[in-house]
Every structure is written in structure tokens, then in C-alpha cells.
Nanobody
């Protein structure tokens, strides 16, 4: 059984930082891209960032580019989302997910339907 557990969320003031972690168990995530999505109340789930299976390439939404950094540690089955210069509009529940295709070599990581395992989410609240 594959499980993903996110951690690191919380309440932070605008311009502050948080680091989210997502650890998988049940199978190795080596060979699979990992993504982060977020969902604010009353809004659809949106793509935040992804890292390809090798860790060499990262992809970000325009809304977080330059502020967020995604990395992965395959030995620990963990991905990290470093979030800096946070804004109130970053407030949401953040979810990590495993891409469904092993060794995916494409560049489109924004479709949540391409991910087949999801965590329960961690709340991030940014106060103004």
C-alpha cells in the first residue's frame, strides 16, 4: 500500500518561509516524478511544482516561480518544497502526489489526473 505523508505546514506571516516535506512508503518513488498541488477554499486544485524522476528538472507554476524550490532525496523517499516570500494568496491545503508513469520524460506535469497516489494534505496559512 502506497502512502504519502506531508508535513511542515502551518501559520506564517507574509514574506515568511515554510518548508514542506512529503515522505512516501509502500514502494520506492525512485523513477517517478513527484508533484505538489494546492487547493484553496472554494477553488479548484491547482498545480504548484513538480520534479522529474531523476531530480534534474523542476517545473513551477507562474504564481510560485522564483519563490518556491522543489527538491528530492531518493534515499529518504522524500521531496521538499521550500516556500519563500509567502503571500496571503498562497494560503491553501498543499498536496503531494506521485506521477503515474515511471521514467516519464515529458514536460507537462500540471495535470492532476496524471498522478495516481496522493497525500492527505497539509494546511498552509499566510497572514497579511
Amino acid at each position: 500500500q502506497v502512502q504519502l505523508v506531508e508535513s511542515g505546514g502551518g501559520l506564517v506571516q507574509a514574506e515568511g518561509s515554510l518548508r514542506l516535506s512529503c515522505t512516501t512508503s509502500g514502494r520506492t518513488f525512485s523513477g517517478y516524478a513527484m508533484g505538489w498541488f494546492r487547493q484553496a477554499p472554494g477553488k479548484e486544485r491547482e498545480f504548484v511544482a513538480a520534479i522529474n524522476w531523476s531530480g534534474r528538472n523542476t517545473y513551477y507554476s507562474d504564481r510560485v516561480k522564483g519563490r518556491f524550490t522543489l527538491s528530492r532525496d531518493n534515499a529518504k523517499n522524500t521531496v521538499y518544497l521550500q516556500m519563500n516570500s509567502l503571500k496571503p494568496e498562497d494560503t491553501a491545503v498543499y498536496y503531494c502526489a506521485i506521477h503515474s508513469r515511471k521514467y516519464y520524460s515529458g514536460t507537462d506535469y500540471a495535470r492532476h489526473g496524471d498522478y495516481n497516489y496522493w497525500g492527505q494534505g497539509t494546511q498552509v496559512t499566510v497572514s497579511s
